[in-house]
Nanobody, 124 residues
Framework: QVHLVESGGGLVQPGGSLRLSCTAS????????MGWFRQAPGKEREIVAA????????GYADSVKGRFTISRDNAKNTAYLQMNSLKPEDTAIYYC?????????????????WGQGTQVTVSS
């Protein structure tokens, strides 16, 4: 069993930044890829970014490329999502998830453990 806890969400003005954290316990954190997803009201959950087990491989949704950066610290069992130049359309609940496998994947179906989510609101 894996327990994931997100933190760092909040209210930020357009153009601002936030850093989300996801701390894991249970299954060996350093063996599995991690991902960040988001779900806005009335919309389906979508992947934002993913990172391989070593951090050497990453992937991003087109909508966040150049603005968001995913990273991980295996010594701390923690994954991060640095979000810069935030836009109102980035408003959503953000979830971290752990993949079944070690290599980076953008496929929702390959993630089997999820956190409870953290709200990010971008508004003036």
């Amino acid at each position: 069993q894996v327990h994931l806890v997100e933190s760092g969400g909040g209210l930020v003005q357009p153009g601002g930044s936030l850093r989300l954290s996801c701390t894991a316990s249970g299954r060996t954190f350093s063996s599995n890829a991690m991902g960040w997803f988001r779900q806005a009201p009335g919309k389906e959950r979508e992947i934002v970014a993913a990172i391989s087990y070593t951090g050497g491989g990453t992937g991003y949704a087109d909508s966040v490329k150049g603005r968001f950066t995913i990273s991980r610290d295996n010594a701390k069992n923690t994954a991060y999502l640095q979000m810069n130049s935030l836009k109102p359309e980035d408003t959503a609940i953000y979830y971290c998830a752990q993949a079944r496998y070690s290599l980076v994947t953008m496929a929702v179906g390959e993630y089997d453990y999820w956190g409870q989510g953290t709200q990010v609101t971008v508004s003036s």
